[in-house]
């Protein structure tokens, strides 16, 4: 299994400009989530999902965007960069599945280190 | 969302246990503890996780409070490897947040060889 695979690893973004950071588990996790941490802090939630076809808001949602229409994908959307999001991205599933063997843990990918000049 | 503190910064030398506090007066009946680390320059990796008992695996041990408003996180004896910052969560299993961790700002551990 790879887990939790992000790409890219590094982006460089102008202001204005929009991209696709990508997230990928072959785990077949229900839950997906997208944080992002800023230096010295901890992790944010972005958005999140529960299953094909479902996404909500978490505690930093705008200016991002997602849709999840597999179970295995979940990216995340920028429209409209601006430097305020410069930050580390990491993805990160985990089974809802009560019986599951890893229902009690989030697997984290590498992280995407965005810079927005 | 119940909140967790935790010391900015604790120290070690290699090979002496480690024990890592996190008060979490606020928590609720169906907050799991739930210990996570982050070594640098990588994604967190789940460490631990408790209800009521104390809890071992091959990682490390969660000493859990009778009352549940405080835990520790023992790490044996540190290695050189063990340094990172580590979080202490409370995950609600129940209702409409089933599956979300909250961060907070962690402890970072420094280990001395």
């Known amino acids: 299994n790879a887990g939790v695979t992000q790409t890219p690893k590094f982006q460089v973004l102008k202001t204005g400009q929009s991209m696709t950071l990508q997230c990928a588990q072959d785990?077949?996790?229900?839950?997906m989530s997208w944080y992002r941490q800023d230096p010295g802090m901890g992790l944010r939630l972005i958005h999140y999902?529960?299953?094909?076809?479902?996404?909500d808001q978490g505690e930093v949602p705008n200016g991002y965007n997602v849709s999840r229409s597999t179970t295995e994908d979940f990216p995340l959307r920028l429209l409209s960069a601006a430097p305020s999001q410069t930050s580390v991205y990491f993805c990160?599933?985990?089974?809802?599945?009560?019986?599951?063997?890893?229902?009690?843990?989030?697997?984290f990918g590498p992280g995407t280190r965005l810079t927005v000049l | 969302d119940a909140k967790t503190t935790q010391p900015n910064s604790m120290e070690s030398n290699e090979e002496e246990p480690v024990h890592l506090p996190c008060n979490h007066s606020?928590?609720?009946?169906?907050?799991?503890i739930h210990w996570y680390r982050q070594l640098p320059s990588q994604g967190p990796e789940y460490v631990i996780h408790?209800?009521?008992s104390n809890v071992n695996n091959r990682m490390a041990s969660l000493a859990i409070a009778e009352d549940r408003k405080s835990s520790t996180l023992i790490l044996h004896r540190a290695t050189l490897r063990d340094a990172a910052v580590y979080y202490c969560?409370?995950?609600?299993?129940?209702?409409?947040?089933?599956?979300?961790?909250?961060f907070g700002r962690g402890t970072q551990l420094t280990v001395w060889p």
């Open positions: 990160a599933s985990s089974s809802l599945t009560l019986s599951g063997p890893s229902y009690n843990e989030q697997f």
């Open positions: 785990m077949n996790h229900e839950y």
């Open positions: 999902s529960v299953g094909a076809g479902i996404t």
């Open positions: 606020t928590i609720s009946g169906t907050d799991y």
């Open positions: 408790g209800l009521t």
């Open positions: 969560i409370l995950r609600d299993v129940s209702g409409s947040t089933l599956g979300r961790l909250y």
